[in-house]
């Protein structure tokens, strides 16, 4: 889905110049500490969240636990996890070098926090094919900003199932 790239602190803190206006610090010179900590506080995940958000150029669409989603799996999945042309034929390959999931839970230790769709690694279970082509469920984690949401009726399988009945 996507590529990534690293980009030094002082790009960051750049694009991080105009996040806080200094019209809305009462005293202007505060607004370069604040940007300071920040920068400083925020792990290197949340800085790249708020960077992706302020440039991308389409509404993002935060993910919830049971969201269907599109997503880039790792390149070892291909002939191990799944073949492509039965993925195809079940209605469960979007695009070439992608495949559809279902969200389950971010990665966090706590047991009982509220999901963060914004958290490091979201998990989600990929949606896969055993022997005798059935679905099968293979969980990895994801960035959240490499999930594409997509609303599941989209997705052919289920169309197929409508369609018998089930």
């Known amino acids: 889905m996507a590529d990534t790239y ?8 750049n694009i991080f110049k105009d996040l806080i206006d200094n019209d809305n610090v009462n005293y202007a010179h505060n607004a370069d500490h604040i940007k300071d900590i920040l920068l400083r506080e925020l792990s290197s995940h949340h800085i790249e969240c ?3 958000l302020m440039m991308i150029e389409e509404e993002y669409k935060p993910v919830k636990v049971g969201d269907y989603v599109i997503v880039k799996p790792k390149s070892f999945h ?14 469960l390959l979007p695009d070439d070098g992608l495949v559809y999931g279902k969200v389950i839970d971010d990665e966090s230790w706590s047991t009982n926090s509220v999901f963060n769709p914004f958290y490091s690694r979201i998990k989600v ?22 999930l594409q949401k997509v609303d599941k009726r989209s997705i052919k399988y289920f169309k197929k199932d409508k369609k018998n009945g089930t």
């Open 50 to 52: 708020i960077v992706h």
């Open 125 to 146: 279970n990929l949606l896969y094919h055993d022997d005798k082509h059935q679905v099968k469920y293979v969980e990895d984690t994801f960035n959240p900003i490499h």
């Open 78 to 91: 291909i002939n191990q996890e799944y073949e492509p042309d039965y993925l195809k034929e079940m209605g």
């Open 6 to 13: 690293e980009v030094h602190k002082t790009i960051i803190h």
